[in-house]
T-cell receptor, first 112, second 118 residues
């Protein structure tokens, strides 16, 4: 099946700093989502972005499908941004069966 | 619009006991997923339904896990008997279905059920 790698695994930043999280995937995708997992374990949808660029406030994401990677940018980090960020993809080979395969996540810690 | 509902939020059981989790997807979402997330790892798909049919259960440990989605709406996931390694968060998600080959759709997750097996 499709493989998903995220980097870095851990990131510690001062409040106000900017960060870039990367997601590499091994095959063509129909679906790519970025999630933030809060301390209570819930997965919060950030972006649905199988291709192109989107922005939502301090967050933005870019997926370059032809090169099989996606980037999540967080600007002016706040302590509430802390948590684990997951990239999840649905492979094009999964015709009509768009399950999501998750990466291992990036744990972001923002220090006041 | 209501999100994906799951219950219970927490469950502690002894090994060899049985447990069941319930999920109500977003209204109109034909696809329903159950994921298992072990501490420190990303979620792993256990089973995927489309309406009341199973699309993928290749990673479901069928000797102890079972799932059903009667009437194509609510779903239950059962573990019997539970093992220590089943301690995890069980996440339910749902999504719309496009036409065959029309690409993926955004999935939404419930709050999860945290299971501890002692």
């Amino acid at each position: 099946g499709i493989q998903v790698e995220q980097s870095p695994p851990d990131l510690i930043l001062q409040e106000g700093a900017n960060s870039t999280l990367r997601c590499n995937f091994s095959d063509s995708v129909n679906n790519l989502q970025w999630f933030h997992q809060n301390p209570w374990g819930q997965l919060i949808n950030l972006f649905y972005i199988p291709s192109g660029t989107k922005q939502n406030g301090r967050l933005s994401a870019t997926t370059v499908a032809t090169e099989r990677y996606s980037l999540l940018y967080i600007s002016s980090s706040q302590t509430t941004d802390s948590g684990v960020y997951f990239c999840a993809v649905g492979g094009k080979r999964d015709f009509g069966n768009e399950k999501l395969t998750f990466g291992t996540g990036t744990r972001l810690t923002i220090i006041p | 619009e209501a999100g994906v509902a799951q219950s219970p939020r927490y469950k502690i059981i002894e090994k060899r006991q049985s447990v069941a989790f319930w999920c109500n997807p977003i209204s109109g979402h034909a696809t329903l997923y159950w994921y298992q997330q072990i501490l420190g790892q990303g979620p792993k798909l256990l089973i995927q339904f489309q309406n009341n049919g199973v699309v993928d259960d290749s990673q479901l440990p069928k000797d102890r896990f079972s799932a059903e989605r009667l009437k194509g709406v609510d779903s239950t996931l059962k573990i019997q008997p539970a093992k220590l390694e089943d301690s995890a968060v069980y996440l339910c998600a749902s999504s719309l279905v496009k036409g065959w080959g029309a690409g993926g759709t955004e999935a939404f997750f419930g709050q999860g059920t945290r299971l501890t097996v002692v």
